[in-house]
């Protein structure tokens, strides 16, 4: 005669583990959150194309519409803290030539760049509405990777930039920026 005593209660004992891992595992996948930059372009007549990347610091790079010039503007995304919500600060911008309007009132950017002049902006904003076209070739840089937004989406589209938080199952749902086709197929 055997004794089923010791195997129920390793049964038992094994299904309870698994239970409680599996409960862990759910309650993490709702509350993990994860900082990114999120974004997103609204296009007339279907879904919002969005992407993300987690990177927090990022640079806008365009050719200035008037002066033909490259201009870049370097970002950093700020955690939320218990005062105020997640923020994008415009640390520095470069521009190869300016005219009426350049920032010139601000202090130089402590790292000057050869062929551009630098200024510190430090400037906080909640999200960044920025238009962007194929003449102006418009472009995010972030981490070693360059996206180049402005063959993304249709020329002279409103993209939105904003810090975000996102769930586990949120990052499943969305493509990080710098896996997406340039030329807007998917």
Not at 32 to 54: H, L, M, N, P, W
Not at 59 to 80: A, G, M, P, T
Not at 123 to 150: C, M, Q
Not at 177 to 182: F, G, Q
Request: overall charge negative; charged content about 25%.
């Amino acid at each position: 005669m055997t004794n089923k005593r010791p195997n129920n209660l390793l049964w038992l004992s094994t299904g309870a583990a698994c239970i409680a891992a599996l409960v862990f595992l759910t309650l993490w996948i709702g509350v993990a959150r994860q900082s990114v930059v999120e974004v997103r372009v609204a296009i007339e007549g279907s879904d919002d194309k969005v992407c993300y990347f987690t990177d927090p610091d990022f640079q806008l790079r365009w050719i200035h519409s008037v002066e033909k010039q490259w201009w870049e503007e370097q970002y950093q995304r700020l955690e939320k803290s218990s005062t105020e919500d997640a923020m994008l600060l415009l640390t520095t911008t470069y521009f190869e030539a300016f005219g009426a309007g350049t920032p010139s009132t601000e202090p130089l950017a402590p790292i000057q760049k050869p062929g551009y002049l630098g200024y510190q902006i430090n400037e906080k904003l909640p999200s960044l509405n920025w238009v962007v076209s194929r003449l102006t070739k418009g472009e995010i840089d972030y981490a070693s990777h360059r996206f180049l937004i402005h063959q993304w989406v249709p020329d002279y589209s409103e993209v939105v930039i904003m810090p975000k938080t996102y769930g586990l199952i949120d990052r499943f749902k969305k493509d990080l920026c710098h896996e997406l086709p340039s030329d807007g197929s998917r």
